[in-house]
């Protein structure tokens, strides 16, 4: 299953597709983030909802906290055959391999180690949350076809043009065949894309999700990034990946950490109930990417932390938040 999900109206507005009360089931969902029991009582941070089994960063340049950042630093994506392996990344775009080398990490893969061959998995998914992620090449394939018609256009340029083409490429290159999703939600994509990895889960769609945040930083994407409603500060947007792989809390033994559910409608200058991760906690702006970014680093905290909370959005795309807590050994 391959879809681009916009998930603007996950936002804490009237549902017109709510049933009315007396038909609701306990529990029922009506908008990522909530259910009718959430939207009504709130939402219950205390309750785990995903084991987190592994992390990546993946932030070209960043200046991460002491205590978290990797010991080999990240290659730009203009170097991921260092990484990756030269085969198979000649017309992958920026963003797609700055996403193969998240996963590539969180998988715990030797350099340039072989690609996964076999049957691709069917019961591990794969949620990409990206705003920007291809804007350069369908921008560029306009402008072609613009002034040239279509004899301009190669066909071997369409699958970057697809809006799915980084989760594409991820479940391709390590055989994931779960279902298969691209969240562009603005500036609260990243935890969105978190949600719908717990929905998998929970209703048994998946065993195992991969989520991964990625964002370029081509002239294009931030002409975009700039232009957007809701800025609020002069951060630039920041190339970067991050990857997390998640599992059912009750089937995971001995998980990194574990994620309480996303909450809606979160004030931008709310009180958090642990260590705050947001975008001061990076230097730069990650949009698209920066939910799964932030639980990422979160998760490398929570070992000496008991509560790190994440929060991403903006005034104008809504605020989420989550909170990410040390398992017990």
């Not at 391959?2 to 969902?29: N, Y």
């Not at 939402?43 to 089994?53: C, E, I």
């Not at 990206?130 to 040239?148: K, P, Q, Y």
Request: proline content about 10%; aromatic content about 2%.
């Amino acid at each position: 299953m391959t879809d681009r999900v916009h998930a603007g109206h996950l936002a804490p507005t009237p549902d017109r597709g709510v049933p009315p009360p007396a038909s609701r089931r306990p529990g029922q969902v009506t908008r990522p983030g909530r259910s009718i029991t959430d939207a009504r009582s709130g939402a219950d941070p205390d309750r785990q909802v995903a084991a987190v089994l592994a992390a990546a960063l993946h932030l070209p340049g960043a200046d991460l906290p002491a205590g978290v950042a990797d010991e080999e630093p990240a290659c730009p994506p203009e170097r991921a055959a260092d990484l990756l392996g030269r085969k198979g990344l000649l017309a992958k775009e920026p963003a797609t391999r700055l996403a193969l080398c998240a996963v590539h990490r969180a998988l715990g893969l030797a350099p340039k180690a072989p690609r996964p061959s076999g049957p691709a998995d069917p019961r591990t998914a794969v949620v990409v949350s990206s705003n920007l992620g291809n804007v350069a090449t369908v921008g560029d394939i306009a402008r072609r076809l613009r002034e040239g018609g279509p004899r301009e256009v190669g066909p071997l340029e369409a699958p970057n043009a697809s809006s799915n083409v980084i989760a594409g490429a991820i479940a391709i290159w390590f055989r994931f065949g779960g279902p298969n999703l691209t969240v562009c939600s603005g500036a609260t994509a990243g935890l969105d894309a978190i949600w719908l990895a717990g929905l998998l889960l929970r209703t048994g769609r998946a065993d195992r999700v991969v989520v991964v945040g990625t964002e370029p930083d081509d002239p294009q994407a931030q002409a975009l990034h700039a232009a957007r409603d809701g800025v609020t500060d002069a951060r630039p947007l920041r190339a970067g990946a991050a990857c997390l792989l998640l599992g059912r809390v009750d089937a995971a033994p001995h998980p990194l950490a574990l994620l309480g559910p996303v909450r809606a409608g979160v004030p931008v200058d709310g009180t958090p109930r642990g260590l705050l991760i947001d975008a001061a906690a990076v230097a730069g702006d990650h949009y698209g990417a920066a939910g799964v970014v932030h639980t990422a680093l979160a998760v490398r905290l929570a070992a000496t932390n008991a509560t790190v909370t994440v929060r991403c959005g903006d005034p104008v795309d809504g605020m989420r938040e989550l909170d990410v807590r040390a398992a017990r050994r």
